[in-house]
């Protein structure tokens, strides 16, 4: 059974850092695209960053470009996302996501598993 867990969000000053980290068992993140979606209040879900199988290829969606980066650890089957210069516009739940697309993915379809989301919040 795949599960993914992320952690590490809580209530940030505007400027702060957070990292994320989403523990997947079921599935070898080195072997899937993954990716972190954000869904803000009131509004959609929407994409953050994917790195790819490899690990060679990143995307980030434009407004976290400078500020975010994902990364893996193959060895601790996790997938982290490391949050800098913190906005309250951040302010969402974030969710870590897994793919078996060959290619890393800005969208939520081709992405077939889902972790439970956990809350990060932006005061100004």
């Known amino acids: 059974q795949v599960q993914l867990v992320e952690s590490g969000g809580k209530l940030v000053q505007a400027g702060g850092s957070l990292r994320l980290a989403c523990a997947a068992s079921?599935?070898?993140?080195?072997?899937?695209?993954m990716g972190w979606f954000r869904q803000a209040p009131g509004k959609e879900r929407e994409f953050v960053a994917t790195i790819s199988r490899s690990g060679g290829t990143t995307y980030y969606t434009y407004s976290v470009k400078g500020r975010f980066t994902i990364s893996r650890d193959n060895v601790e089957n996790t997938v982290y996302l490391q949050m800098n210069s913190l906005k309250p516009d951040d302010t969402a739940i974030y969710y870590c996501?897994?793919?078996?697309?060959?290619?890393?993915?800005?969208?939520?379809?081709?992405?077939?598993?889902w972790g439970q989301g956990t809350q990060v919040t932006v005061s100004s």
């Open positions: 079921g599935l070898t993140v080195s072997s899937n695209v």
């Open positions: 996501a897994a793919s078996s697309a060959e290619w890393a993915s800005m969208s939520e379809e081709t992405y077939d598993y």
